[in-house]
């Protein structure tokens, strides 16, 4: 690996460390350099945001703005991968190559959410409303997806049937259940970061507290892979928080909220920290929970609401919370969330 260059064994915390420092300031480079120039781009080609009509009122102003910009981190993410595996292959030799096999598949995973979110974003743009491919096809083609990424995981040997229980050593051994559970726990994930990019700066800034989390993780139990590309993911979402803090100069569109999606949980399966990643970000699953308890209250009252309005982040929107502070907040959360996941590992 790239450690290997500078004197390092590979296998130690220090050139992990190192390693994922380089790799995220790789793709923090490139993916700053890329949006720099796409945004222009976006802007005269007329790729912008249709703000949703029963939204918060004050969105009206983010009409027109560009969209789609997870175009402009996903390329710079992959060509540091690239180069991260064909590196790893040139030292380690192409006996190690099945090591790299998690992370190509998880790689595969975030890229096809990614293609979801860039159909789903191009037929809104067709369309010039908010609203692309229906909810019922993207979360069929989440969950076929999904269930190739955990058929492959099995068949090549990297996928575990256990979890361990937070703050405990017990272990459950889920057996064959585990297969349709973690195609749900995936899908429902991927859907979650999804719904989270509502305001600016939201998704991207919970996701590079989370993934930092998931950066020193991989430090400490000494596992390279995994650091690389959570490593690879903050540089990406640093580099897109220069351009999407309020106000947002460009919003990353289903193609890059599935993307992050995808990233974060092929992580997850990578480094069999599933449960600590649901704790981690469980501000994703908030967002997720009280989309789903708003419908599910509003029909079994007829019309009532349980938020003012869903996702969560709307629902302080409609209490008077800037964007800001919602972003500060939320962040923040995670971050003790992230403190308490590392806590659940003792």
């Known amino acids: 690996m790239l450690l290997q260059y500078f004197g390092l064994h590979v296998d130690t915390k220090e050139a992990i460390a190192t390693e994922a420092l380089l790799i995220a300031f790789a ?62 292959l040139i030292k380690a030799g192409a006996q190690s190559a099945s090591l790299l096999i998690p992370l190509a598949l998880t790689l595969l995973l975030a890229v096809a959410n990614a293609a979801i979110g860039f159909i789903d974003d ?40 256990d979890i361990t229980i937070p703050f405990s050593q017990l272990t459950i051994q889920l057996g064959w259940l585990a297969y349709p559970a973690y195609i749900i726990v995936i899908a ?48 990406a979402v640093c580099a897109f928080l220069l351009f999407n803090h309020h106000p947002a100069r460009v919003f990353m569109g289903d193609t890059g909220s599935l993307f992050i999606g995808g990233v974060l949980m092929g992580c997850a399966f990578m480094a069999h920290m599933e449960v600590l990643v649901l704790i981690a970000g469980f501000v994703y699953v908030a967002e997720m929970l ?10 079994l009252t007829h019309g009532k609401r349980l938020f003012k309005m869903a996702p969560l982040h709307h629902h302080f929107e409609k209490c008077g919370w800037n964007e800001v502070t919602i972003v500060i907040v939320f962040s923040a959360v995670s971050a003790l969330l992230c403190v308490l996941a590392y806590f659940a590992t003792k």
């Open 188 to 235: 429902g994930f991927v859907n979650a970061t999804n719904l989270t990019d509502g305001i600016d700066g939201l998704a991207s800034g919970i996701t590079a507290v989370v993934s930092l989390f998931l950066v020193v993780m991989a430090v400490m139990t000494a596992q390279g892979s995994m650091g690389a590309i959570s490593a690879a993911l903050f540089g």
């Open 122 to 161: 191009y037929c809104k743009l067709l369309k010039k409303q908010n609203q692309g491919l229906t909810a019922w096809q993207k979360l069929l083609l989440q969950l076929v997806f999904a269930a190739a990424y955990v058929a492959m995981m099995a068949i090549t040997g990297n996928l575990h049937t």
């Open 290 to 299: 009280s989309s789903l308890l708003q419908i599910v209250y509003f029909k």
């Open 27 to 88: 793709v923090f480079c490139l993916a700053t350099l890329t949006l720099y120039f796409l945004i222009p781009v976006l802007r005269a080609k007329k790729i912008g945001q249709t703000i949703y009509e029963l939204g918060p009122a004050w969105h009206g102003n983010k009409q027109g703005t560009p969209t789609m910009g997870g175009i402009g981190f996903i390329p710079p993410f992959l060509f540091v991968m690239a180069v991260f595996s064909v590196l790893y």
